[in-house]
């Protein structure tokens, strides 16, 4: 059943160096006919997936992102949620988490709270000067720190920092100082990236071509980042609970957890992927087509059981409390089982994988965080 919801906003000031998601620039507007189209989608897949006549539960999370959702202001997403609730209700205790970007506030704090957002997600990256340059983010160190302060003094308590370490130029001293002022905030989540060179953003002809000017850290200099980053934050109380994700006072991110944890979703929004009734759909990255049909799809693929499978290791494993692979047994076909006991078994006897003797939990080996993506390139193609 479903009961967590995406919604896509496209629209950005301007577009970092290294962003290869699907944006719109501000400046170009449109704003309202797209959150008309936004309203008037919400509205067809609702009708649309009413088909079964299924009560649906109550949503437990939605996430608002981009782009930059907070160029939006606070009364859009009233009418947006006014939508949702007339085909779904909110549970009491949902996760309404908003995207913001430090100095990019269409309304004040307050007013995204009183509209009924709990949670905010601050877009932060860094806090020394020359590495915001380098991403091309349009804020300060002191930028970012207010608008933390901002979140809080308006009343939320869940408050959520982005956090980025791979940047060019970036040394182990400037990233332990940039972590050293996250752990000062007010804030009760971190979520880390990796900084990714992907293909055909401004960044990579920078890094390639002005290599002096773009100097990336080398992989031995990153994954010494990546452990100081949990040393650190362990220390100050944080909890890691996947592999990027930090939390304190248990105060995870509901939404995230149901992506890992391969639970269906509606993605609203152009370039909105959603994954509903065993069909994964990505929306229109077309602009003036998606306010023409917002229904209009980008690409739509039915997601096969031994996919399914795949997706359950690929994703669940990067929580560090693993997961229940007898549930997963129980609930696939004998034949796709067989193909994965013998992976199982395999990283078993490698030490990469290990079962928690709390729960029996199968889960990524401590060590082995880093270099994951190793581990869990095996769980794909079983076939």
Known sequence: MIANAYIHIPFCASKCVY??????????G????????LNKEIALRYQQDDSNNVELPPLKSIYIGGGTPSLLEASVYQQVFETIEQYQPFSPNAERTLEINPNRLASTMADYKAVGFNRVSIGIQSFNPLELKKLSRQHSAEEAISTVYQAKKAGFI?????????????????WEATLAQAIALPI????????????????ETLVHKAKAHYPLPTDEACLAMYQLAIDRLTQAGFHQYEVSNFARNGLKSTHNLAYWQGKPFWGFGAGAT????GVRYENSTNLDGYIANPLEMQAETVVSALE???NSFIFGLRLTEGIDIEAIEEKTDPVLWGKVVPVIEKAVGKGQLHHLPSTGFLAITPEWFPKMNGVLADFVNLS
């Open 188 to 203: 009760e989540h971190i979520s880390l990236y990796g900084l990714q060179l992907e293909a055909g953003t401004p960044l």
């Open 308 to 310: 399914q499978l795949e």
């Open 30 to 37: 449109r704003q309202a006919a797209y959150v008309e189209a």
């Open 158 to 174: 869940n408050i959520s920092i982005d956090l980025m370490y791979g940047i060019p130029l970036q040394t182990l001293d400037s």
């Open 274 to 277: 959603g994954f509903v009734s």
């Open 19 to 28: 962003c290869d998601f699907y944006v719109e620039l501000a400046k170009y």
